[in-house]
């Protein structure tokens, strides 16, 4: 996609350190608990089983980015639960075996996303990744390359049951174990001209009940833990604003009432792309989780600056902290107020005349006075002070 189309559909690529972010705690971490809790080789084989048949969904997939990790580490994973019957029960027939038998397919993961060329792109990512693990196995394991020839990676897995073009918020999602991804970033206010009227209506009637005033990347969160199961995992990355408002009313909020526990999340963060939001990921559990829920906050805007952590009891669905704002109140004295809490907001550039076309307005008819107004933004007023002070 171009810039202008990514910004039309709040498509953007996310870093590998942010996408582990969420792979970690959601698939890597408690999968490896498992690894290396076991005690008997049977509970390994058990193990492996379920492994082999672990379904990932991301419902906005883009370009495969997030698939592409979760599938490799997956076959690492799978390396260390083998290595572990080779080196705690000396079964190094049983791996040989098992080996054959434990090649993660890709066909146990699914995507939506409504680029043609992005869904094509996913398909080859997947079966690049299923390639290079192969490769990493055989250099691992030290297995002669003749005895596993007959998985080079070919033939090649038709996955055109499994990544899909079509709009995630419309369709029916595929049953899977957890569900991983990166939705896309539209705020209320520029979803009606990014998005159009008739989409809208068409969103917000197939989903009447998150908020209108809510950030487009909700409506994802939402649906997450509407398909997963008890004992299920997710793992998104959302605009800050998910904690924040009518957005947490409608995402966080309604997985913690619902029974989801947050298990590790980034409050907020400068997003690493090119799109100048900063974001929250959130990585949660259908059910109930014991012990400390790690909380995450970036020192600054500088990624290299540091983070700050904390690790907590619970993690409210503001991820904040201080205090749980989730549980206050609207102060009758603002509720009654006139006051303005926010900045002018044309809403559509279709409200927005240059000065050249007000001045002629005005000129023709001069009663538009009533109707056309200057107005500025906070950059305005701050941007080139500041860019003058920084030349100073």
Not at 80 to 93: I, P, Q, T, V
Not at 105 to 120: A, Q, R, T, Y
Request: proline share 4%; aromatic share 8%.
């Amino acid at each position: 996609m171009d810039k202008e189309k990514r910004h039309a559909f709040g498509a953007h690529f996310t870093s590998e350190a942010d996408i582990q972010r969420i792979i970690g705690p959601t698939i890597v971490k408690p999968w490896t608990e498992r690894i290396d809790a076991a005690t008997r080789l049977q509970d390994l084989v058990e193990i492996l089983k379920e492994l082999m048949n672990f379904r990932v969904l991301d419902p906005a997939c883009g370009s495969g980015n997030f698939l592409y990790v979760a599938y490799r580490e997956l076959s690492r994973l799978d390396l260390r639960l083998l290595a572990r019957m080779e080196e705690n029960f000396s079964a190094k027939s049983v791996t040989k075996q098992a080996l054959t038998a434990s090649i993660i397919s890709p066909l146990k993961f699914f995507g939506c996303d409504i680029d043609s060329f992005g869904v094509e792109l996913t398909k080859v990512t997947l079966m690049l990744a299923k390639k290079l693990a192969l490769d990493e196995a055989m250099a691992t394991l030290g297995r002669d390359e003749m005895e596993l020839g007959f998985y080079d990676g070919v033939p090649l897995d038709n996955l055109d049951k499994n990544i899909k073009q079509t709009d995630a918020l419309f369709t029916e999602w595929p049953q899977v174990e957890t569900t991983i991804g990166n939705p896309p970033f539209q705020s209320k206010n520029k979803m009606q001209e990014e998005l159009g009227v008739p989409y809208l209506h068409k969103l917000r009637a197939r989903h009447p009940d998150v908020p209108g005033h809510a950030d487009y990347c909700v409506y994802w969160f939402r649906l997450t833990l509407e398909h997963l199961k008890d004992g299920q995992r997710a793992g998104l990355v959302g605009t800050n604003t998910i904690r924040q408002n009518y957005s947490r009313e409608g995402g966080l909020d309604y997985i913690v009432s619902e029974g989801g526990t947050i298990t590790e999340a980034v409050s907020s963060m400068p997003w690493s792309g090119e799109a100048n939001v900063h974001v929250s990921i959130v990585n949660w559990v259908k059910g109930v989780q014991t012990g400390k829920k790690r909380l995450y906050i970036q020192e600054g805007v500088d990624p290299n600056a540091g983070w700050h952590r904390e690790d907590r009891d619970a993690i409210s669905s503001a991820r904040s902290y201080g205090f749980d704002v989730t549980k206050a109140k609207p102060l009758r004295t603002n509720a009654r107020g006139h006051g303005c809490f926010q900045g002018q907001t044309h809403g559509h550039k279709g409200f927005l005349l240059s000065p050249n076309d007000a001045t002629a307005a005005l000129a023709k008819k001069p009663e538009n006075a009533e109707i056309l107004f200057p107005y500025l933004i906070a950059n305005d007023f701050l941007g080139k002070k500041m860019d003058s002070l920084a030349g100073i």
